[in-house]
C-alpha cells in the first residue's frame, strides 16, 4: 500500500490518501483518482509526485 501526501486546491489544506499499490519506479506519469475528505470532492493525484492533474506551480 501506499502514502500520498497532497494540498487541497479547495482548500489548501494537505491531505494524505492510500493507494491500493505502490507507484513503482515506472518513469510514465500516473495520476490517481482519489476522494478528498477536506473538501468532499474528487482530485487526479499524480501517484509519485502528489501534484494535482493541471497544478502548475507544485514543485516537489
Known amino acids: ?21 505502490d507507484p513503482g519506479s515506472s518513469a510514465q506519469t500516473t495520476f490517481e483518482l482519489v476522494h478528498c475528505p ?12 502528489g501534484s494535482l492533474l493541471g497544478d502548475k506551480t507544485k514543485t516537489k
Do not use: I, N
Open 38 to 49: 477536506a473538501c468532499a470532492q474528487m482530485h487526479f493525484v499524480d501517484r509519485r509526485t
Open 1 to 21: 500500500m501506499a502514502h500520498l501526501l497532497y494540498q487541497c486546491p479547495r482548500t489548501g489544506m494537505k491531505v494524505q490518501a492510500w493507494l491500493q499499490e
